[in-house]
């Protein structure tokens, strides 16, 4: 275990000048609707009982005509 708990900046040599090395560029956060899509196939009984019950609201408009 180390006397210095603070962990310290990597700074590497290139061409005898000491450069500390370019910052990791953050990964891309996925679209809105890729995200939609993600929650409602990781909730897929509760997405099936809302569609369900889209569809029979659908049917029973309809039924009235």
Do not use: D, K
């Not at 990781?42 to 659908?58: D, E, K, N, Q, R």
Request: hydrophobic share 50%; with cysteine.
């Amino acid at each position: 275990m180390s006397a210095n708990p603070i962990p310290q900046a990597r700074v590497v040599r290139h061409a005898g000048q000491l450069m500390v090395p370019p910052p990791v560029p953050r990964p891309e956060e996925p679209g809105y609707l890729r995200t939609a899509l993600i929650y409602a196939v990781g909730m897929w009984p509760l997405t099936c009982v809302v569609m369900l019950l889209a569809g029979l609201l659908v049917m029973t408009a309809n039924l009235g005509h």
